[in-house]
């Protein structure tokens, strides 16, 4: 069970490093036009 | 926004593509500001942004980023599909705004600068913070319940102290993000309340957070010490998580609504024509025309600035300011008002008063003072909410100072236990949830809600007052009966009018030629149903403003060639006929004999107007009827409506004095209008409808927009607030049931924290799930 002592705050970090990713993708307007994205992979240029 | 308000309400058809020489406009550095900014590393590129008209999915973006693209001088350019707004980047030493907005256009949509860009940009910034708070909370209450979990359900001595501890401070720290930023906008208001000493449901919410991350804190790190070792972050995170979904929401609904309105402000600037020192006319922005100067003004356009007509005859049709519906004639000398239309002849203007000094600002200044007066309704959520906040407050108080001789952190926690489980997210969400639920079920019926709280003011009106053109009545005219003299049939004379009547742009005329075309459709369906109307033809028309016209007639189709007669159409004294005494409006058809046809016309009244009335004095609801319009035609409209209270000749001052006659005589009114003279009584009313068609000014000072012009919708909407009104109550019985069964449970320090939290989530489901049966609405006329 000793592994938990690094486990754990593993853990915290990791949920900071997915609120950073979550701050960017925010930031970048990521969950404001959801559909032209969608749209995009499908052309060509 | 000052720019944008007083410049003209004057709405370009959609659908047809903007000319050339209108895009030009755009060309003028002075109109760039509006809608683009320079770069902040290189001032000669400009950023600017368009509303796009005419989208309707993602791959209309990518056609048109091509498009875009592909102009020579342009940087970069990105257009969104859902919010139909393109961000074009381009260089003003290579191209021109027209350039860009014309490869918009050839590739089949329209494009109209974003006025409202930096209103938008603000609400877009809000948007994402409000997101972001509520993701972070949302992620760190789950992983604190993760790390909470092993403490509920371990045996005793299963857990190590060490690894308790170890888990509590993995919760404190996923714990602070959610206090120090998610929770930000609460403490915010709640110390705000306390700097202006006033109360809301921010303030024991705030309240409650801290002294719950207080305790939680001392017994993470000093377990032995005060407060005993008790932590609640799991209750602490769930419950800022559960706030701030509602937040969200009701911001994404007021977002969806507001947008929607303010992009009616986006259009091309007002262009008019000026003649200069040689005596031509050039095409110049309207913020250039100073006065003295002489613009023409081409029929069919507005006029753009007060003045007097140097130079031709015109109809002119000022419905919107004073709402006089019929056309008024406007001869050289005479004055023409900012605002009105142009109906039938091309004139030249002297500029007498620009901006802020025409009719049309004074009816703006008049609007923003009216709204400035708007009575407050009762808000029964707000002067329930404040005692009982009080109430709540002292409670916690109290219960805390007598437990706290035995164990402060205990007392702490019970006062938290007394602020949490009154539930002022049950309180708090009786009111929104319910609101949020009926704007929705309204926007689905096409009515959009500016402001949640007129739907309170709304359930309690007892007098609606209605306008007459465009709110009663559609805008044209509609023919009524037809008299002749002997021997010359109905459709005849119609016929013969119809073909004079082509040649003016009169609304009569048109009302003539729309009844003519429709009575040859059904005359010629009948097969040959006994007379043959013929195909007349007149020739040599010529029009006298505000009297009628006269032309040669002619039979085109009649065997033996019959000579053409001359014929006049027009007002009893161009015809040379007896007039007579009417209510409605008549038009009459002479030639060298003397009379020939009269001709009847109404306005047309909406066909549900009559149902809707009905049903709004079925719910005891008072009806009245006020217009610009003359008494006569006021009174014919309100008697085919079956609304008693007519008044007519109404300026907008009247409108809003009789407004606030009702209103003192304790009525609670509710305003439905659609031009601009109805702008001020629309802002001082208690609740305001403005339909569809409405100017954009007179929408924005609106607390309801009718889109689908429905008048119908009018009905729904009492009906839907009542019920509305009804939930609520409900809601906060249920919520002051549940606290008067809870808060002395809390009070006594018999309710634990997480019971608190539980009771608070079960409670404020409830509520939602009773707020959500407004969402199944009965439509109109099935109740």
Known sequence: MEILYLLIPLSVVLVFFILGGLWWAIDRGQFEDIEAEGARILRDS | MSNASLALPVALPLSSPHSLEALRMLDDPQEWVAFSRPCAQDATVWESNV??????CAACS?????AIGRVPGVLGVQVGAASHRARVMWSSSGARPSDWMRAVQDCGYRAVPANDVFVNERRKLETRQALWRWLVAGLCMMQVMMYAYPAYVAHPGDLTGEMEQLLRWASWVLTLPVILFSCGPFFKNALRDIAHAHISMDLPVALGMAITFA??????????????????FDSLTMFVFFLLTGRWLEL??????????EALMNRLPDSVERRDASGGFERVAVRRVVVGDVVRVHAGEAFLADGVVEQGDTMVDEALLTGESRPLSRGPGASVVAGSHNLSATVQVRVERTGDATRFAQIVALMESAAATKPEGAQIADRLAKPFLIAVLLAAAASCAWWWGRDPGHALMVAVAVLVVTCPCALSLATPAAMLAAAGSLA????LVRKLSALEALAAVDTVVFDKTGTLTR?????????TRPGLSASQALAMAAAMAQHSLHPVSRALSVAAQATEKVEGNGAGGGETLGHW??????????????GLVVDQSSVPVVPAVAMRLGSASYCGVEPQRSTGLRVFLSDAQGWLATFELSEEIRSEAAKVVAALKGDGVTVHLLSGDDS???AQVAEQAGILHAKGACSPSDKLAFLKDLQKRGHTVAMVGDGLNDGPVLAGAHVAFAMGKAVPLTQAKADFVVMGDHLSSVVQAVRLARRTQGVVRQNLWWALLYNAACVPLAVVGMLPAWAAGLGMAASSLLVVLNALRLAREPAFGEN
Not at chain 2, 51 to 56: D, K, P
Not at chain 2, 537 to 550: H, K, N, P, R
């Open chain 2, 51 to 56: 509303v796009i008209e005419g989208m309707h």
């Open chain 2, 62 to 66: 990518l056609t048109l980023e091509d």
């Open chain 2, 215 to 232: 305790v939680s804190t001392a017994g993470t790190f000093e377990p032995q010490g005060l407060f005993g070792r008790e932590v609640y």
């Open chain 2, 252 to 261: 994404r609904l007021r977002d969806r609504t507001a947008g929607a309105l």
């Open chain 2, 444 to 447: 689905r019926r096409g009515v």
């Open chain 2, 475 to 483: 805008d044209a005219f509609s023919l009524g009966t037809v008299d």
């Open chain 2, 537 to 550: 033809w007149c020739d040599t028309a010529a029009e006298v403003a505000g009297q009628g016209i006269s």
């Open chain 2, 632 to 634: 006569d035609a006021v």
